[in-house]
């Protein structure tokens, strides 16, 4: 079993910055990768950022590039989204994830925290 606890959202206008932050405890060495997601009212959950445990590498939707990183603390078992240059359309309850397997969606979610971007 793994736990994730996220957090860091808040309010903040469009231009502005947040940093989300997702700790993990329990079985972290079987994690295979993390990521965030997110769900805007009346909307799908989508995928944001992805990092694979070993190796670092990472993956972003379009509509986050280049204005998102995503990074990890191997030691804190800790990943963390670095969003700059929020946009409107950035407003959503944002989900920590955690994938064991090699395939498939998360088997294990934080409880989320919300973004709400404003003009």
């Known amino acids: 079993q793994v736990q994730l606890v996220d957090f860091g959202g808040g309010s903040v206008q469009a231009g502005d910055s947040l940093r989300l932050s997702c700790l993990a405890s329990g079985r972290t060495d079987s994690i295979n990768r993390m990521g965030w997601l997110r769900q805007a009212p009346g909307k799908e959950r989508e995928i944001v950022a992805v990092i694979w445990w070993s190796g670092g590498s990472t993956y972003y939707a379009d509509s986050v590039k280049g204005r998102f990183t995503i990074s990890r603390d191997n030691a804190k078992n800790t990943v963390f989204l670095q969003m700059n240059s929020l946009k409107l359309e950035d407003t959503a309850v944002y989900y920590c994830?955690?994938?064991?397997?090699?395939?498939?969606?998360?088997?294990?979610w934080g409880q989320g925290t919300q973004v709400t971007v404003s003009s």
């Open positions: 994830a955690a994938a064991v397997f090699v395939a498939g969606p998360p088997e294990y």
